[in-house]
């Protein structure tokens, strides 16, 4: 029978079949995802062939079918292992706010870099706008427009409102997508009032004050009943970023993708060749300063070409 993870604790799996029944699996034997070393083989939105168990209502994950695309990170950029938050995505929206919590313009760089080199079409969600003040929204303004003129679709939201919910439902509708996001910035939440047939756990006001807690455990997919459906994550404090080459980072910034064939050296780092045309479009205006900057920051990470591969 083949089947897609819905939830996954670490431990055993939520498998939905195609004639829609769940069945809690386990994987049978030791799974390895070819030269990769992950803490989990198998994540939510992978398709995977079970056998039912000698007991007739539990199944055993006997094989992973081949992946569209997964997005994988590091806890911190020092952790050994990587983790598979999702496979199979059409649209990953990453949920952040400027307030309790404040996501970081870091954190969202190395989102979108993973997403671009999975192929992940990303946008942006800034939520809780409702606890924005004025100087958030001038900031917000600004933000919006770095990610914007870089290529990526930003909204604006509110749970406690519901202001632009359609609109991200308009964008959610018949794709596979994923919420990602800091702990506490209301991915939860957010999914609750896009699907009110959906009751799940929201954090205490302020719990985001209390380090390490999270209110969400372990990924899960939902059907959405406008079609498609949603993953809900944990929060995650940290992107680390895996297995990337420096060469390739440049290419991971929409922005500078525009600009890099016109550089005069095919092998320019835009850091420190004449007749860069990146580092031209970053003195016009044309490449933000912001996102060079974090550029420069993911180029000089040491930890970013650190060995990860485990051959088999
Ligand atoms: N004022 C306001 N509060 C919100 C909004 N969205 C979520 N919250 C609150 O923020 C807190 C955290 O929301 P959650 O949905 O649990 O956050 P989460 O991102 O799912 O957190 P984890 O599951 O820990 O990753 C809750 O108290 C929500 O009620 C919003 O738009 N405005
Ligand atoms: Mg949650
Ligand atoms: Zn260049």
Same mark, same amino acid.
């Given at each position: 029978?083949?089947?897609?993870? %819905?939830? &996954?604790?670490?431990?055993?799996? $939520?498998? =939905?079949?195609?004639?829609?029944?769940?069945?809690? &699996? +386990?994987?049978? #034997?030791?799974?390895?995802?070819?030269?990769? +070393?992950?803490?989990?083989?198998?994540? %939510?939105?992978?398709? %995977?062939?079970?056998?039912?168990? $000698?007991?007739? /209502?539990?199944?055993?994950?006997?094989?992973?079918? !081949?992946?569209?695309?997964?997005?994988? =990170?590091?806890?911190t950029n020092l952790s050994k292992s990587s983790h598979i938050i999702a496979a199979n995505i059409d649209l990953a929206l990453l949920v952040?706010?400027?307030?309790?919590?404040?996501? /970081?313009?870091?954190?969202?760089?190395?989102?979108?870099? &993973? $997403?671009?080199?999975?192929?992940?079409? $990303? &946008?942006? %969600?800034?939520?809780?706008?409702?606890?924005?003040?004025?100087?958030?929204?001038?900031n917000l303004d600004e933000i919006e427009n770095i990610y914007m003129s870089a290529g990526y679709k930003c909204f604006r939201t509110s749970v406690l409102t519901k202001e632009n919910i359609n609109l991200i439902k308009m964008e959610m509708q018949d794709k596979t997508n994923l919420f990602s996001g800091i702990s506490g910035v209301g991915k939860s939440a957010l999914i609750n009032a896009i699907e009110p047939g959906l009751t799940l756990k929201t954090g205490q006001i302020s719990s985001y004050h209390l380090k390490g807690k999270h209110t969400t455990t372990f !990924?899960?997919?939902?059907?959405?009943?406008?079609?498609?459906?949603?993953?809900?994550?944990? #929060?995650?404090?940290?992107?680390?970023?895996v297995n990337f080459r420096k060469e390739e980072i440049a290419e991971r910034f929409p922005e500078m993708r525009r600009f890099m064939h016109q550089c005069q050296f095919n092998n320019c780092t835009h850091i420190h060749e004449p007749n860069c045309a990146v580092k031209e479009a970053v003195a016009n205006g044309d490449i933000h300063l912001s996102r060079y900057n974090s550029y420069l920051k993911i180029y000089n990470d040491d930890y970013l070409e650190k060995e990860e591969w485990e051959w088999e």
């Open positions: 029978m083949e089947g897609i993870v %819905v939830k &996954s604790t670490g431990s055993w799996f $939520a498998v =939905r079949t195609k004639s829609g029944d769940i069945i809690k &699996s +386990k994987l049978k #034997g030791k799974f390895r995802i070819k030269g990769i +070393k992950t803490t989990n083989p198998v994540a %939510v939105g992978d398709g %995977v062939r079970i056998s039912m168990g $000698a007991d007739g /209502t539990t199944g055993l994950i006997t094989e992973i079918l !081949p992946r569209h695309n997964h997005i994988i =990170r590091k806890s952040v706010s400027l307030r309790e919590p404040k996501t /970081t313009m870091g954190f969202i760089n190395r989102f979108l870099v &993973s $997403a671009e080199a999975y192929h992940i079409p $990303a &946008s942006i %969600v800034f939520n809780k706008i409702d606890i924005y003040d004025g100087q958030d929204f001038i !990924p899960e997919m939902h059907p959405l009943s406008f079609g498609g459906y949603i993953i809900d994550t944990p #929060g995650i404090r940290e992107f680390g970023l």
